[in-house]
């Protein structure tokens, strides 16, 4: 069984369309997080939710908008898609808020913004 | 912002050798973590510190939490094909909420 998956793998589309990635975790974590892993491998977060409450707001866009619908849930949506926005995005979860009991990450959706 | 500095950058090595990579920051952190990413896949877990001054062995690696708690080293003991990927140290700051500062990596080629 996936832990952490996403949908899709991959993504190609245009620059200014709305797009959403999708995460669900089947680990019962109240945690859920987005991560934006760019072209040299450097992975920053964006988002977290703890129990569909947003903790973590990095300095991103407002172009992307997380929404969670339960706590097994977390999905990104991103509107008017850049260039710039090209990269791996990757959703984690985590038993609890704080990071002490580990981040598990899924497996990526690949971001192509032409 | 807070920043990790991991090197070296890129290693390539024989198989059954030794590898140690770390990270070092201006920061003092309360928890840092080892990850592995193979290609097209997420980040794995490796190994977790908790303590300063903490050493933690997984098999072949071993990895510790440096006593300023601002650094961390990871060792790789007898190197195989296996061991090719991307590692990552992570660290969480003083905070609660789960914050990861990541490492810029360590790519590792083993050759056979």
């Not at chain 2, 303590?51 to 072949?60: C, F, I, M, P």
């Not at chain 2, 990552?88 to 083993?110: D, E, H, M, P, R």
């Amino acid at each position: 069984d996936t832990a952490v998956s996403q949908t899709p793998k991959y993504l190609v589309t245009q620059m200014g369309n709305d797009k959403s990635i999708k995460c669900e975790q089947n680990l019962g974590h109240d945690t859920m997080y987005w991560y934006k892993q760019d072209s040299k491998k450097f992975l920053k977060i964006m988002f977290s939710y703890n129990n569909k409450e947003l903790i973590i707001n990095e300095t991103v866009p407002n172009r992307f908008s997380p929404k969670s619908p339960d706590k097994a849930h977390l999905n990104l949506h991103i509107n008017s898609l850049e260039l710039g926005d090209s990269a791996v995005y990757f959703c984690a979860s985590s038993p609890w808020v704080t990071v002490t009991d580990t981040q598990y990450f899924g497996p990526g959706t690949r971001l192509t913004v032409l | 912002g807070q920043q990790l500095n991991q090197s070296p950058q890129s290693m390539f090595i024989q198989e059954g050798e030794d590898v140690s990579m770390n990270c070092t920051s201006s920061s003092i952190f309360n928890t840092w973590l080892w990850y592995k990413q193979d290609p097209g896949e997420g980040p794995v877990l490796l190994i977790a510190l908790y303590k300063a001054g903490e050493l933690t062995s997984n098999g072949r690696l071993t990895a510790q939490f440096g006593i300023t708690r601002k650094d961390s080293f990871l060792n790789i003991s007898a190197s195989i094909p296996s061991d090719v990927g991307i590692y990552f140290c992570a660290g969480q700051l003083g905070s609660n909420t789960g914050k990861l500062i990541f490492g810029q990596g360590t790519t590792l080629q083993v050759k056979p």
